[in-house]
């Protein structure tokens, strides 16, 4: 059965451990610690964690980062913090302990501030004694080596107890808030307070817009693997060409370099190939990839940090584009080059996807395409018929960052130095609509890049890649 810690017991191909072996992994072991190794984020993850204790003063405020999520009866998923701890703890990917909870405990001053988290497997004849070979989600023959609580309090500079503390940290009449739904022993212990909590978690969110000069770096890294993975994509095309299940190459060739660069995906890689580039997230990635089509390619691979790219491009598989191709192409491209040009400290956020719509619009309408047909005014929102979504978001820690923010600090709020973002723009021609000619039918293009908003601009950050059509055709024929 499940024990209550997360832990599994004995399950049906277990064998009971008998008195005398488990006697003999009690000795024997050499002292295997190590001086902190602070990591470079924790000073930046420390002024963060001062903004919270100033904006809850009298308040514990209680961050988890979560568990692990069960994929098939005793697999689980590769474990991911929440993001609002990610960002209170600079931790690292392949460091990462399931059940940490951060706890802010109010003083006269501020907060004390301490990670509750699983130390180290013993190794002697306590009662965890036999967690280090017995414990398939936590012992340490089984997943690795974790910190003691000592070197975890000196990598990230954080007061640092028991998991098995917690319970008696929380207890008391103290307000408190907390991020919920990823702990069921804080969701338990921690009186729920609709808007208290919903409150937290906005502040946690809104507090990630603004990126500082150590999280812009993370990004450029991320960006940095994802162009990398492109690139690798590329030159794999025609080798693709020759699979029944080329999509699954192209997604295989990127994971790859995400993973060997950094701690993996930032989101399920997007391989999209003929007519499945219409379907928006496509993540099957099991068709073929056929000379003569369009390959979408939407990929994010994320840094050892956390940190995420996102980029699309649409790529002629053979190297070139059909005339019907490149004119979806071109129009899409202008599109996403009149979003760009919006981009400033100071304008509405909304600004970089009007000012795209209304170029798709505006040029769909010349082509005589009018979803509402010729008796109604000309209006952009009608052509989300071929362009569903919108045309951006944040980038951050998340592939679509801070969604937790209020309305008017994102949506409806204004651009800021500091903030990450993609432009995206696409058009999608579904291969059974009869309102646009038969040659656009099955075509999908979306092109898209991340842009770190500057005093005066901003700057593209997957710069590294082509975004014209004569330029993506040269890139491919060089990496062919």
């Not at 204004?414 to 973002?421: I, K, N």
């Not at 579904?430 to 005066?456: H, K, M, N, W």
Request: overall charge negative.
């Amino acid at each position: 059965m499940e024990q209550q810690d997360g832990s599994r017991g004995l399950r049906s191909h277990d064998h009971q451990v008998p008195d005398a072996v488990a006697e003999v992994f009690r000795h024997g072991w050499a002292d295997t610690s190590r001086p902190a190794r602070p990591g470079s984020g924790a000073a930046w993850a420390a002024k963060r964690r001062a903004a919270v204790s100033e904006r809850f003063p009298g308040e514990r405020i209680v961050v988890p980062s979560g568990g692990l999520k069960t994929r098939s009866n005793d697999f689980d998923y590769a474990f991911r913090p929440h993001s609002a701890y990610i960002h209170l703890t600079a931790e690292l990917g392949t460091r990462a302990v399931p059940d940490s909870v951060l706890v802010f405990e109010p003083t006269g001053q501020g907060h004390e501030v301490t990670l509750f988290t699983r130390p180290r497997s013993p190794r002697d004849a306590g009662p965890r004694g036999a967690e280090f070979y017995s414990d398939r989600r936590h012992g340490e023959f089984w997943v690795g080596r974790r910190r003691t609580l000592a070197e975890t309090a000196g990598d990230l500079g954080i007061e640092t107890r028991s998991r098995d503390d917690l319970e008696r940290a929380l207890a008391g009449g103290v307000p408190t808030r907390a991020v919920r739904g990823e702990d069921a022993v804080v969701d338990a212990l921690v009186t729920p307070s609709a808007p208290g909590d919903a409150e937290l978690l906005a502040f946690l969110a809104e507090s990630r817009l603004v990126k500082d000069e150590w999280e812009i770096e993370q990004l450029r890294t991320a960006v940095g693997n994802t162009l990398a993975g492109f690139h690798d994509v590329a030159a794999e095309l025609p080798y693709a060409t020759r699979l029944e299940r080329g999509e699954r190459w192209i997604e295989g060739t990127f994971n790859r370099r995400a993973r060997l660069e950094g701690y993996g995906l930032g989101f399920e890689t997007i391989a999209a190939a003929g007519n499945h580039a219409c379907v928006l997230h496509w993540m099957h990635n099991d068709g073929p990839v056929r000379e003569g089509d369009l390959l979408l390619l939407d990929a994010g691979a994320e840094a050892d940090t956390f940190y995420t790219g996102d980029v699309t491009r649409t790529l002629p598989v053979g190297g070139r584009f059909t005339d019907a191709q490149r004119r979806v192409y071109e129009l899409v491209f202008a599109a996403q080059s009149a979003g760009i040009a919006a981009l400033r400290p100071g304008a509405p956020y909304g600004a970089f996807h009007d000012a795209a719509t209304r170029v798709i619009a505006e040029g769909l309408d010349a082509w005589g395409l009018r979803p509402g047909g010729d008796v109604v005014a000309h209006e952009s929102a009608l052509y989300r018929r071929y362009t569903v979504c919108g045309t951006g978001h944040m980038l951050g820690l998340d592939c679509h960052d801070c969604a937790s923010a209020r309305s008017e600090t994102y949506a409806r709020g204004v651009l800021r130095e500091g903030h990450v973002l993609t432009v995206e723009p696409g058009l999608y021609f579904q291969p059974d609509d009869l309102t646009v000619p038969q040659e656009l039918r099955g075509i999908g293009v979306r092109i898209e890049d991340d842009f770190l908003i500057t005093a005066d601009g901003a700057e593209c950050l997957s710069s590294g890649l082509p975004r014209a059509a004569d330029d993506v055709e040269a890139w491919m024929g060089a990496s062919r």
